[in-house]
């Protein structure tokens, strides 16, 4: 069984930068693709990127594209989103996500295991 742990939230202005991050637990076939996921306040939870954790192919929303970086530690389990030219609408609950070699990682569906989340705050 996986288990997530995210740090790293807090609070910014526009065009600022924060960096989380997910310690996992559990085995390879378990973490084999890895996500960023969000949630505003009155909006729906929306996947922001993905890792697939043996080869570090990854992929964005486009609303993050060329702003957001996943990356990956394999000797210490722990995938990072560093978030850079951050936007007021950036703001929400930011969670980890990890899903089996079973579902791929082509996509931001079937993720089965959630961390608690971490907050991020952008002001204007």
């Known amino acids: 069984q996986v288990q997530l742990v995210e740090s790293g939230g807090g609070s910014v202005q526009a065009g600022g930068s924060l960096r989380l991050s997910c310690a996992a637990s559990?085995?390879?076939?378990?973490?084999?693709?890895m996500g960023w996921f969000r949630q505003a306040p009155g909006k729906e939870r929306e996947g922001v990127a993905r890792?697939?954790?043996?080869?570090?192919?990854?992929s964005y929303a486009d609303s993050v594209k060329g702003r957001f970086t996943i990356s990956q530690d394999n000797a210490k389990n722990t995938v990072y989103l560093q978030m850079d030219s951050l936007k007021p609408e950036d703001t929400g609950m930011y969670y980890c996500a990890a899903k089996s070699q079973r579902f791929g990682c082509s996509t931001f569906t079937d993720f089965g295991a959630w961390g608690q989340g971490t907050q991020v705050t952008v002001s204007s």
């Open positions: 559990g085995n390879s076939y378990s973490r084999y693709c």
């Open positions: 890792i697939r954790t043996k080869i570090g192919v990854t």
